[in-house]
């Protein structure tokens, strides 16, 4: 009677370990990209610390516009030949569609003025734009200076110019030695690329009793 007991005692101490040794494991889920790294992040700010969001901004297209480019070589003169050539563009560059450039000529009378002549139908029509006096190199030398936007651009004519200093009863030009200054247009293409956008996000400060503002 008593080993019946024991057996039966044994038996349940058995069975109530194995109960205890029954653990069940809590079920988690985890995001992850493609390498494994979390694709949630969480950082802890303080009260009075200020956040900064960053927004992107949508994706453009490139826009396309049309340009000038310059096709001729400017010859570096000394004051001899401007002297004896009476008028010399010394200087140019294209800024879009704008031209600038400088000129110089010879001092023969005060009264005198420089223009660009410029046409992009090869001459069938033309525009003149006047230059401005910019200062005195030497006592027979002055220079003039012009920065003009030639107009609608188109691609199926080049742009021509020639400059001319007139005087009261005589005109000298610099057609480039009957070439005449030539500009190409062309089409370009620019990329829209916006800066990324943000603002910051400031926490209110928290009340005296523990609970913020809001």
């Not at 009957?178 to 603002?199: A, D, H, Q, T, V």
């Amino acid at each position: 009677m008593c080993a019946l007991v024991l057996a039966l005692h044994s038996l349940a101490i058995k069975a109530e370990t194995r109960k205890t040794a029954v653990v069940k494991k809590k079920k988690s889920v985890r995001f992850t990209d493609t390498v494994g790294l979390p694709l949630v992040q969480s950082k802890e700010y303080k009260d009075d610390e200020s956040i900064e969001i960053k927004l992107p901004w949508p994706s453009q297209p490139s826009r396309k516009y049309l340009r000038l480019r310059q096709i001729f070589t400017i010859i570096p003169s000394d004051y001899n030949q401007i002297i004896l050539q009476k008028i010399k563009l010394v200087s140019f560059q294209v800024l879009g569609g704008t031209v600038q450039g400088t000129i110089h000529v010879h001092n023969i009378s005060f009264q005198k003025s420089v223009f660009l002549r410029h046409t992009q139908n090869n001459w069938a029509t033309y525009t003149d734009i006047s230059c401005s006096y910019s200062r005195q190199i030497e006592p027979t030398i002055d220079q003039f200076s012009f920065s003009a936007n030639l107009g609608p651009l188109y691609l199926e004519y080049a742009t021509e110019f020639c400059l001319c200093y007139q005087l009261s009863e005589s005109q000298f030009w610099d057609n480039n030695f009957g070439k005449n200054y030539k500009l190409i247009c062309e089409e370009s293409r620019m990329e829209c690329k916006p800066p990324p956008r943000s603002f910051s996000l400031i926490q209110p400060p928290a009340s005296p009793g523990g609970t913020p503002y809001w």
